[in-house]
């Protein structure tokens, strides 16, 4: 199957992907009014957001560049220095545009 991108067929797209989008929220907000939410499903949700925050940054530490590591390790050090995300992901970025722009050869 294949969407033809001249004329509507980008439109087409979009929609499809907001319509996707919504169904998967809607979908989990739904399933979820059928839950208690008690200690233990806190705990597991509160787990659950680290485990797929780790599966995302895994392939990157593992198969990304120089610079995507230093900004991991220098994003998780201020993490653990600070407490606060924005702050960490602020320093890991700039430190990822730093190592690029200037040990770009090493």
């Given at each position: 199957m294949s969407i033809d991108i001249s004329g509507f067929g980008t439109v087409y797209i979009i929609l499809i992907m907001a319509v996707v989008t919504l169904v998967t929220r809607w979908g989990g907000v739904f399933a979820m009014?059928?839950?208690?939410?008690?200690?233990?499903?806190?705990?597991?949700?509160?787990?659950m957001s680290g485990s797929v925050l780790v599966a995302v940054l895994t392939p990157l530490a593992v198969t990304g560049d120089n610079g995507a590591r230093v900004a991991l390790l220098t994003t998780a050090i201020v993490m653990l220095a600070l407490r606060k995300p924005l702050p960490a992901i602020t320093a890991g970025l700039l430190m990822a545009a730093l190592f690029r722009q200037f040990l770009v050869f090493i």
């Open positions: 009014s059928f839950v208690p939410i008690n200690y233990r499903v806190q705990q597991f949700i509160n787990a």
